[in-house]
C-alpha cells in the first residue's frame, strides 16, 4: 500500500545516514528521463553517480544502478534484507516504498557513490525519498493530474505537494512548460523559501548551448523531450561547480544522445517472441498528460493516409479511461486489451479489468476491432502482429504492461540462448 509520510523512513535511514550529495526530481511526468540523463551526464564526467527511480522495470533491483549498471541482485537483497531486519527490531512498520527507499540509499553508502539522483515515488513532500538532506540542487517536472486520491484533485494541489521537496538554501529548476497555475504555485514557495529558481524552457536553453540544439535536431525529439533534457542540463549547470569542478557542461552534452530511458518511446524488436522483424513501439504513458503526449508522437510519426494503428493496452486500476485513452486511440485502429500480472514489491498495483477496458474502446467511434485476451499477452502480441501486417504497432497504458512485454522478451531469448548452448 502507499502511505505517505516521513517518520517512518527518518527512523530507518539516521541508522546509516547518506554519505553522498543528492540531486532530487518530483514531477508528475519526466522526471524519469531527467533522472536518466543526469545519472548518464555525471557518470560520463567521471563522478561515481547513482540512481533511484520507480517504479522498477524488469527486475525489483534494477531500480537502483551504479555508474548506470543496475545493482547486482545479490547484493540487492543482502541489504534488503539488513533493512527488513532494522525495520523489524525497531517496530516501524516501514511501506514497501520506504523499505526500497532505505536499500537504495544504504546501497549508495556502501558503494561509495559521489552523487545520488534520486527520483520521487509519489508526490514530494512526504515521499519517503524526502528525507534526503545534502541536496545540491532540486528539480521539478511537468505537473499533471495523477495521484489524485492522494495528492489532491487540482492542479494546485498536486503542484503544492511537489513544491514540498524544495529546500532552504537549496537552488531549484523548475519545468518552465508547465501549466501557469502549476508555476504561480512553485513561484509562490521559492519566495517563501528565499531559493533561486530557473524556470526552464527549451527554446531559452538551447540559445545559450548551440550543443543542444543540435542534440535536438539529430535526435528529432518530441517537445516533452525537449523539455526534460533542458531541465536536466540547466540542473547540471547548477550542480557542476559543486560536485564537478573543473568540468564544463558542453563537455558532458555529448553523452545525451547515447542515454535511452526505456519504456518511453522506445522501439524494440519483438522477435524471437513474435515473428516480426519491424520495430514496435513501448510507451508506459498511463495518465492524460502522457497519453497526450505518445498521441502526438503516433500521430506525427507512425500513423499515414490508409493506415490504422494497432495498439495493445492495459491500465491500472482507478485510472480514467478516456483520460487515458482518447488521446491514442483513432478511427480505424485495431486494440488487443489485456491486463498485466502481478508487480513484484507493490502488492497494491491491479490491472483494469481488461472486460471494462475493451468495453470502453468499443465505445469510441471508428474503432476497427477490439480483442479481449485477459491476461494473456503473448497470444494478444501474436495477434496484433497479424493484424498490423507489418503496420505501426504500439504497446501503451502503462508501465506495468512495458514490464511484463520486456520480460516475456527477455525470457524468451534466454530460453533460445540455453538451448543453442546444449550439445548437439
Given at each position: 500500500?502507499?502511505?505517505?509520510?516521513?517518520?517512518?523512513?527518518?527512523?530507518?535511514?539516521?541508522?546509516?545516514?547518506?554519505?553522498?550529495?543528492?540531486?532530487?526530481?518530483?514531477?508528475?511526468?519526466?522526471?524519469?528521463?531527467?533522472?536518466?540523463?543526469?545519472?548518464?551526464?555525471?557518470?560520463?564526467?567521471?563522478?561515481?553517480?547513482?540512481?533511484?527511480?520507480?517504479?522498477?522495470?524488469?527486475?525489483?533491483?534494477?531500480?537502483?544502478?551504479?555508474?548506470?549498471?543496475?545493482?547486482?541482485?545479490?547484493?540487492?537483497?543482502?541489504?534488503?534484507?539488513?533493512?527488513?531486519?532494522?525495520?523489524?527490531?525497531?517496530?516501524?512498520?516501514?511501506?514497501?516504498?520506504?523499505?526500497?527507499?532505505?536499500?537504495?540509499?544504504?546501497?549508495?553508502?556502501?558503494?561509495?557513490?559521489?552523487?545520488?539522483?534520486?527520483?520521487?515515488?509519489?508526490?514530494?513532500?512526504?515521499?519517503?525519498?524526502?528525507?534526503?538532506?545534502?541536496?545540491?540542487?532540486?528539480?521539478?517536472?511537468?505537473?499533471?493530474?495523477?495521484?489524485?486520491?492522494?495528492?489532491?484533485?487540482?492542479?494546485?494541489?498536486?503542484?503544492?505537494?511537489?513544491?514540498?521537496?524544495?529546500?532552504?538554501?537549496?537552488?531549484?529548476?523548475?519545468?518552465?512548460?508547465?501549466?501557469?497555475?502549476?508555476?504561480?504555485?512553485?513561484?509562490?514557495?521559492?519566495?517563501?523559501?528565499?531559493?533561486?529558481?530557473?524556470?526552464?524552457?527549451?527554446?531559452?536553453?538551447?540559445?545559450?548551448?548551440?550543443?543542444?540544439?543540435?542534440?535536438?535536431?539529430?535526435?528529432?525529439?518530441?517537445?516533452?523531450?525537449?523539455?526534460?533534457?533542458?531541465?536536466?542540463?540547466?540542473?547540471?549547470?547548477?550542480?557542476?561547480?559543486?560536485?564537478?569542478?573543473?568540468?564544463?557542461?558542453?563537455?558532458?552534452?555529448?553523452?545525451?544522445?547515447?542515454?535511452?530511458?526505456?519504456?518511453?518511446?522506445?522501439?524494440?524488436?519483438?522477435?524471437?517472441?513474435?515473428?516480426?522483424?519491424?520495430?514496435?513501439?513501448?510507451?508506459?504513458?498511463?495518465?492524460?498528460?502522457?497519453?497526450?503526449?505518445?498521441?502526438?508522437?503516433?500521430?506525427?510519426?507512425?500513423?499515414?493516409?490508409?493506415?490504422?494503428?494497432?495498439?495493445?493496452?492495459?491500465?491500472?486500476?482507478?485510472?480514467?479511461?478516456?483520460?487515458?485513452?482518447?488521446?491514442?486511440?483513432?478511427?480505424?485502429?485495431?486494440?488487443?486489451?489485456?491486463?498485466?500480472?502481478?508487480?513484484?514489491?507493490?502488492?497494491?498495483?491491479?490491472?483494469?479489468?481488461?472486460?471494462?477496458?475493451?468495453?470502453?474502446?468499443?465505445?469510441?467511434?471508428?474503432?476497427?476491432?477490439?480483442?479481449?485476451?485477459?491476461?494473456?499477452?503473448?497470444?494478444a502480441l501474436n495477434w496484433a502482429n497479424v493484424t498490423s501486417d507489418g503496420g505501426p504497432l504500439v504497446i501503451a497504458g502503462s508501465l506495468y504492461l512495458v514490464s511484463d512485454v520486456l520480460r516475456l522478451l527477455r525470457g524468451t531469448r534466454d530460453s533460445l540462448n540455453e538451448t543453442d548452448k546444449k550439445?548437439?
Open positions: 500500500m502507499i502511505e505517505l509520510g516521513l517518520s517512518r523512513i527518518s527512523q530507518l535511514v539516521q541508522q546509516s545516514p547518506p554519505s553522498w550529495r543528492a540531486i532530487h526530481i518530483a514531477g508528475t511526468n519526466g522526471k524519469g528521463s531527467i533522472t536518466a540523463y543526469l545519472s548518464g551526464m555525471l557518470t560520463a564526467g567521471g563522478l561515481r553517480c547513482g540512481r533511484f527511480t520507480s517504479p522498477h522495470l524488469i527486475d525489483r533491483w534494477d531500480c537502483i544502478t551504479v555508474s548506470e549498471r543496475a545493482v547486482q541482485e545479490s547484493l540487492f537483497r543482502q541489504v534488503e534484507d539488513q533493512i527488513k531486519h532494522r525495520d523489524s527490531r525497531l517496530q516501524i512498520g516501514a511501506t514497501e516504498f520506504e523499505l526500497l527507499t532505505a536499500t537504495a540509499f544504504e546501497i549508495f553508502n556502501r558503494e561509495r557513490v559521489d552523487v545520488g539522483v534520486v527520483e520521487v515515488g509519489v508526490g514530494g513532500r512526504l515521499d519517503a525519498t524526502n528525507s534526503l538532506r545534502d541536496v545540491v540542487v532540486s528539480v521539478i517536472s511537468k505537473i499533471g493530474l495523477d495521484h489524485q486520491a492522494l495528492l489532491g484533485g487540482s492542479i494546485k494541489e498536486i503542484a503544492r505537494e511537489k513544491a514540498g521537496i524544495l529546500k532552504p538554501g537549496v537552488p531549484c529548476v523548475i519545468d518552465g512548460t508547465n501549466s501557469p497555475e502549476a508555476l504561480q504555485v512553485l513561484e509562490l514557495r521559492t519566495q517563501e523559501l528565499g531559493i533561486d529558481a530557473i524556470l526552464v524552457r527549451p527554446d531559452e536553453v538551447v540559445q545559450s548551448l548551440p550543443a543542444l540544439s543540435r542534440t535536438f535536431k539529430v535526435l528529432d525529439l518530441e517537445p516533452h523531450q525537449e523539455a526534460n533534457m533542458s531541465c536536466a542540463v540547466a540542473a547540471l549547470q547548477v550542480a557542476i561547480p559543486h560536485i564537478l569542478p573543473g568540468k564544463q557542461v558542453d563537455d558532458l552534452l555529448p553523452q545525451l544522445s547515447r542515454i535511452h530511458w526505456p519504456g518511453r518511446l522506445q522501439q524494440i524488436t519483438l522477435d524471437p517472441l513474435v515473428a516480426r522483424r519491424e520495430p514496435v513501439l513501448l510507451d508506459g504513458a498511463h495518465n492524460a498528460q502522457s497519453a497526450e503526449a505518445l498521441g502526438k508522437h503516433v500521430d506525427r510519426k507512425l500513423r499515414s493516409p490508409g493506415h490504422s494503428v494497432t495498439w495493445i493496452i492495459a491500465a491500472s486500476h482507478g485510472k480514467n479511461l478516456s483520460e487515458l485513452l482518447q488521446p491514442l486511440v483513432r478511427s480505424g485502429d485495431n486494440v488487443g486489451v489485456v491486463a498485466f500480472g502481478s508487480v513484484d514489491g507493490m502488492p497494491w498495483v491491479k490491472a483494469t479489468d481488461p472486460t471494462v477496458v475493451s468495453a470502453y474502446i468499443q465505445s469510441i467511434e471508428g474503432v476497427s476491432m477490439v480483442q479481449n485476451f485477459d491476461n494473456d499477452i503473448p497470444t550439445p548437439r
